[in-house]
């Protein structure tokens, strides 16, 4: 099954390079109705909004770190209580305290990567374990390690297809899509956040600059 999958990811990734992300998004809801989910930051409900025009069935995942700013877990609700869409959130095995009492206190500043790994990674990998594909909202204009982000693509570790239908976007495309369609959008954008991840590891600043500042760590490992 998975060179199959292999196969279709890669045949479709140079067929689709170019469409719309409707398009895409489309291509993939079709090709794989609810075995497809969305991952979903909730800096913005770009991604959330476009699939909710396409079908209603497919679910969204958004993983609740433990960490993450009021405004994130806000802006969740809003897009739960706003699209007819299932919205399942997922949250690693430890909570912060038993994560601080098992490891040491701010573990995200001993070892990012392992509190990036047991917050975010593994819980997605769980929540993604019974689909065949995941979309994110993943653009090659956000940093130098997403330039030569595909549209469709296969994800390798896990045995999926991965779609990013918003890879070619530009920030004015994002812009233009969230006025027309009057998306739900995370407060701490308008607050000087071009990036929006766990409180502790963000802080303000251009594109993916404010991520994990003052360090060598570029991404959580999700992607």
Known sequence: ????????????????????A???????????GTKLVVAASMAEAILVDMLARIRSDVPVVFIDTGYHFAETV?????????????????RPQLTVVGQDAVYGQD????DPDLCCRMRKVVPLDRALAPYDAWAAGSRRAESAGRANLKVVDWDARRGK????PLAAWTDADV????????????????????SVGCWPC???????????????KTECGIH
């Open 1 to 20: 099954m998975g060179a199959t999958l292999q196969s279709r990811a890669l045949r479709a990734g140079d067929e689709l390079e170019g469409a719309p």
């Open 22 to 32: 409707e398009e895409i998004l489309g291509w993939a809801a079709e090709e794989f």
């Open 74 to 90: 806000g802006t969740r609700d809003a897009v739960a209580a706003t699209y007819d869409l299932p919205l399942i959130s997922v």
């Open 107 to 110: 573990l995200y500043q001993t």
């Open 161 to 164: 297809v991965k779609i990013h």
């Open 175 to 194: 812009d233009r899509y969230v006025a027309e369609h009057e998306v739900i959008v995370n407060p701490l954008l308008s607050d000087g956040y071009d």
């Open 202 to 216: 963000t802080r303000r600043g251009a594109g993916r600059a404010g991520r994990w500042a003052g360090t060598n």
